[in-house]
C-alpha cells in the first residue's frame, strides 16, 4: 500500500493524501455522509447525478462535456449508497498526473477547481434552485432504472427481500426511492437536500498523486472553503434497522409472468456493517460464495443440479446475509434444504482448511487489486474512512488469516433465518 498521511483541513473535515508516481493518472475525492432521511432516496440518487452534468460555469451539458474533453478527458464520476443510518455520497475526477500534461499550466488545480464548481455552484436558476427542466429529465432517467430491475428477476428478488426485512418506519426501499417519490420531488425539496448533503455531514477528502501535500492542502482550502467550516459528529447507527423478527419466519410468494422462479433466503447477521467481528462474516461469504469452488455454487449447483444459478451477498448494513437462488417451479423446498446441509456443514465445523485457504486468497486478491489503479484505490480508501475502518490491505490480511473454521461455526450459529421470498410464474406447483 502506498504511503498514506491524514491531516486536518479543519475541525471535523480530514485530507487523506497519498504522495505517488506509480500511476500515470492521479485522483482527488471529496465524499460526504449524511443522516438518512425517509422520503428522501430519489432525491439522494438524483443529487448525485445532477452535479456531475453541470455547473454554474458551464450551464448545459454540452459546455460541461466539451470542457471534460478539453482536460484531457477527465473522469467524473459519483456513488451515492446507503449504510445504516447514513447516506455516503462519493464525488470523484481522475486525471492525467502533473508530469504528463503538456500546454496547461497548474493542470491539477484546473481539474480541481472544475469539480469544485461542479459541487458547490450548480447551474441553478434565477430563483436558486435546480431547473425545473433538468429535474424532469432525472426523474424519467431515474423511474428508467426502477422499472430496469422490475425486468431483472434476480434484481427485484433481491429488491423485495430488503422491503421485508427492513424497518418500514425508518427506511425506503428501494435504495432509490418510489415512482410516488420520484413523482413528488420539486425543485424546493432539491435544494433542501442539497444543502443537507453540503452542510450537514461529516466530509473527508483523499488525494493521490505527485503534487506536494502543502499544495493540495491549499488547494482544498481555497476550492473548498465555503464547506470548512467547524461541524459537529453525526450520530446514527452504521446498521440498519430491522423489523422485528417473525417465529416462523416470514415467507412471501409472489407471482410473475414468466417462466422462471428465484428463491430468494435472507439470514439475520449478529452484527453490522464496521462492528467488531467483521472478517468472520467476510470469510463466511467467500467460503458460501465468493471463492473458486465455495460451498453453495459447489454443493447446490454443480453436484446436485438443485439451481441454474445460485449467489450470496452480504449486506452488513441492513444486518442480513441474502442466498438468490435460479430454481426449477416448484422446487423450492428441495433447494430450501440443500442450502441447509451446506450450511449445516459450516456450523459443525466441516469447512475444508483447503477450502478456507482458497477464500483467504481470494478476499485478499480482492483488496489488493484495488490498489493497482489509482481511482479505485481513492474511491476505497475514501469511503472507508467516511465510516473510520481501516484501508491497510495487510491488516485486512491479517485479520482474515486469523479465521478458522472454529470461528466460521461458531459465528453462523449466531446467523438466524429471517425470510424466505418466492417469485414464481403463476399457477405453478408451491409445495417442492
Not at 2 to 21: A, H, K, N, R, S
Not at 54 to 81: G, I
Not at 234 to 262: C, F, W, Y
Not at 373 to 382: F, G, K, Q, R, S
Amino acid at each position: 500500500m502506498q504511503p498514506l498521511e491524514t491531516m486536518t483541513l479543519c475541525p471535523g473535515v480530514l485530507f487523506d493524501y497519498i504522495p505517488t508516481e506509480d500511476y500515470k493518472n492521479a485522483a482527488f475525492a471529496v465524499g460526504f455522509k449524511y443522516r438518512v432521511k425517509r422520503g428522501h432516496s430519489s432525491a439522494d440518487a438524483m443529487l448525485s447525478r445532477l452535479l456531475l452534468r453541470t455547473s454554474c460555469d458551464y450551464p448545459t451539458h454540452t459546455l460541461f462535456s466539451r470542457r471534460l474533453e478539453e482536460l484531457y478527458s477527465t473522469d467524473l464520476t459519483a456513488q451515492s449508497t446507503r449504510h445504516g443510518d447514513f447516506r455516503a455520497a462519493l464525488f470523484q475526477a481522475t486525471f492525467l498526473d502533473e508530469p504528463f500534461v503538456h500546454a496547461i499550466p497548474s493542470f491539477s488545480k484546473e481539474v480541481i477547481s472544475f469539480l469544485a464548481g461542479a459541487l458547490l455552484r450548480p447551474a441553478f436558476d434565477r430563483k436558486g434552485k435546480f431547473r425545473e427542466d433538468v429535474i424532469a429529465q432525472e426523474k424519467l432517467t431515474l423511474l428508467d432504472q426502477i422499472r430496469a430491475i422490475r425486468n431483472s428477476k434476480t434484481a427485484y428478488a433481491h429488491m423485495r427481500l430488503s422491503e421485508i426485512t427492513a424497518d418500514p418506519r425508518r427506511y425506503d426501499v428501494p435504495d432509490y426511492g418510489t415512482e410516488e417519490e420520484i413523482v413528488g420531488i420539486t425543485p424546493q425539496t432539491l435544494a433542501n437536500r442539497y444543502r443537507d448533503m453540503l452542510f450537514s455531514s461529516e466530509v473527508r477528502f483523499v488525494y493521490a498523486g505527485s503534487l506536494p501535500k502543502e499544495t493540495v492542502f491549499a488547494l482544498i482550502r481555497e476550492q473548498f472553503k465555503v464547506i470548512l467550516t467547524e461541524r459537529k459528529p453525526l450520530t446514527g447507527r452504521n446498521s440498519m434497522s430491522r423489523r422485528a423478527p417473525h417465529s416462523p419466519i416470514l415467507r412471501v410468494v409472489e407471482n410473475t409472468d414468466g417462466e422462471q422462479a428465484i428463491l430468494g433466503l435472507s439470514y439475520r447477521l449478529p452484527i453490522g456493517f464496521g462492528e467488531p467481528g467483521a472478517e468472520k462474516m467476510t470469510m463466511l461469504s467467500a467460503v458460501l460464495s465468493d471463492a473458486p469452488m465455495a460451498l453453495l455454487f459447489s454443493e447446490v449447483r454443480e453436484k446436485n443440479g438443485y439451481c441454474y444459478s445460485i449467489r450470496s451477498s452480504v449486506r452488513a448494513s441492513n444486518r442480513d446475509f441474502v442466498i438468490l437462488c435460479g430454481i426449477k417451479p416448484g422446487s423450492e423446498k428441495q433447494v430450501e434444504r440443500a442450502v441447509s446441509r451446506v450450511l449445516s456443514i459450516v456450523r459443525a465445523g466441516k469447512t475444508d482448511p483447503a477450502l478456507l485457504s482458497a477464500a483467504l486468497s481470494y478476499v485478499t486478491m480482492s483488496v489488493t487489486s484495488i490498489f493497482e489503479n489509482v481511482d479505485e484505490m481513492v474511491n476505497y480508501i475514501l469511503f472507508r474512512r467516511l465510516f473510520n475502518k481501516t484501508v491497510d490491505p495487510s491488516e485486512l490480511s491479517r485479520r482474515w488469516a486469523s479465521v478458522t473454521t472454529q470461528d466460521l461455526a461458531t459465528f453462523l450459529k449466531k446467523v438466524r433465518p429471517d425470510a424466505v421470498y418466492l417469485y414464481t410464474p403463476k399457477g405453478e406447483d408451491r409445495n417442492g
